[in-house]
């Protein structure tokens, strides 16, 4: 695994890091957790990426890895760079959502107690809340700072503008943004006239996540849907639909892929990797094969420059 630098800081991530949103809630079983826990450090995938709201159901992969780190892998917690967010909805009422002082902290509270920890690496403020002032949402994430409870903060999914003016807030209240994570993928570049100069421009780290589309960009869409597979699920967030609109630029980039000998997994991976300022790719892998196979990404030779060219 290779390392990167995170902005204007000390912290070096993984070009691969492991994200547990849809992957290590209850329905997976714990041995299987363990295996790619225990794999992803073997492959020096140091970060672990959570939020409050990761499972399914909401809360359980932070409650199913702070149980593991802490019978398995607790002399392993230094060699972790840990993170969780919060921003979404959590609990009913009108504290239980969005980017109020009163969320985040208790958001961050209550992760810490899932996790079993003292404090977390990074704490992020998962979306920008139109209605909170921005300074309350990053006066929080200064004050868990100051009290302990994490040792850098981020920001998710933030618009280019609002990004810079968190940036400039944080500083002036010396705790300054550590890492910006936004979605970007061959499929979608909507971060690239904006958001991904901002993040450079303003000197923090870039994670990026969905990669992979979903699994879009692994191929396996492209005859059909697996009955297995996170599509034919009910979930939102991957429907038929949206594999049937991008099917067409599927198939050309996995003309292009195999025209370069190379699986279009590891085109879309290594591509990412060969943009400017990106610090890290989160992969959200169900079994240690799969984050094997990407991982593998971060060894590969660079994309040669034609190739890159016909991706533009």
Not at 97 to 109: Q, T
């Amino acid at each position: 695994m290779k390392y990167r630098r995170c902005g204007h800081s000390g912290i070096l991530l993984p070009e691969i890091s492991l994200g547990l949103w849809h992957n290590f809630g209850h329905a997976a079983a714990p041995a299987d957790r363990r295996r790619l826990l225990g794999t992803a450090l073997d492959l020096g995938i140091c970060h672990i990426d959570l939020a409050d709201n990761y499972g399914p159901p909401p809360g359980s992969a932070e409650e199913n890895f702070g149980a593991l780190l802490r019978s398995d892998f607790s002399r392993q917690r230094d060699e972790l760079f840990i993170s969780t967010k919060a921003g979404h909805a959590m609990w009913p009422g009108p504290y239980g959502d969005w980017g109020s002082r009163k969320h985040l902290l208790a958001g961050l509270d209550q992760s810490l107690r899932r996790l079993k920890l003292d404090y977390v690496d990074i704490f992020y403020s998962h979306r920008p809340d139109p209605e909170t002032p921005l300074e309350e949402t990053l006066g929080a994430l200064v004050q868990a700072v100051r009290s302990g409870k994490a040792l850098y903060v981020g920001l998710s999914k933030y618009p280019a503008p609002l990004f810079r003016r968190a940036c400039a807030y944080l500083r002036e209240e010396k705790v300054p943004c550590l890492l910006h994570q936004f979605r970007y993928n061959l499929l979608d570049r909507s971060c690239e006239p904006e958001v991904l100069p901002a993040t450079e421009q303003e000197n923090t780290g870039a994670i990026v996540f969905s990669p992979l589309a979903q699994g879009i960009l692994t191929g396996k869409y492209l005859n059909g849907i697996p009955a297995d597979s996170r599509a034919a699920s009910t979930g939102p967030f991957l429907t038929p639909e949206k594999v049937a609109t991008d099917r067409e630029r599927v198939a050309a980039l996995q003309r292009i892929a195999s025209q370069a000998g190379i699986p279009l997994t590891q085109l879309a991976l290594r591509w990412l990797l060969s943009r400017p300022g990106i610090t890290s790719v989160l992969i959200g892998a169900r079994t240690p094969a799969q984050l094997i196979d990407c991982a593998s990404a971060s060894s590969a030779p660079p994309l040669p420059p034609d190739l890159l060219a016909s991706l533009s």
